[in-house]
């Protein structure tokens, strides 16, 4: 397993931006698909993003398609999500989870992920 530790999350007006970024610790970050989710008060986890160990594949659900990017840099051990055009049903706490999972098709479930950090708030007005 790996520690993750996130941060960038705020307040920001609706159609503004933010970076989130997830640093992680150990030396086998680069095996790791990686993966974003939020919750927001009441719902249920729900998936955002994933990236591939090696950042050659990515998925996104269908409401950020277009308006958030995933992306990771194995050098400094740190996974990004650029968010642009937020809305406020953006609204919630973001996590970066890691999986040593090989299977796409799982990628987008929380159940694939062993590690997760503690979330970092992003709150969108409107």
């Known amino acids: 397993q790996v520690q993750l530790v996130e941060s960038g999350g705020g307040l920001v007006q609706a159609g503004g931006s933010l970076r989130l970024s997830c640093a992680a610790s150990?030396?086998?970050?680069?095996?790791?698909?990686m993966g974003w989710f939020r919750q927001a008060p009441g719902r249920e986890r729900e998936f955002v993003a994933d990236?591939?160990?090696?950042?050659?594949?990515?998925d996104y659900t269908d409401s950020v398609k277009g308006r958030f990017t995933i992306s990771r840099d194995n050098a400094k051990n740190t996974v990004y999500l650029q968010m642009n055009n937020l809305k406020p049903e953006d609204t919630a706490v973001y996590y970066c989870?890691?999986?040593?999972?090989?299977?796409?098709?799982?990628?987008?479930?929380?159940?694939?992920?062993?590690?997760w950090g503690q979330g970092t708030q992003v709150t969108v007005s409107a």
């Open positions: 989870a890691a999986s040593p999972s090989r299977i796409p098709a799982a990628w987008g479930r929380h159940t694939t992920y062993n590690s």
């Open positions: 150990g030396r086998s970050f680069s095996t790791y698909t």
């Open positions: 990236i591939s160990w090696d950042g050659g594949n990515t």
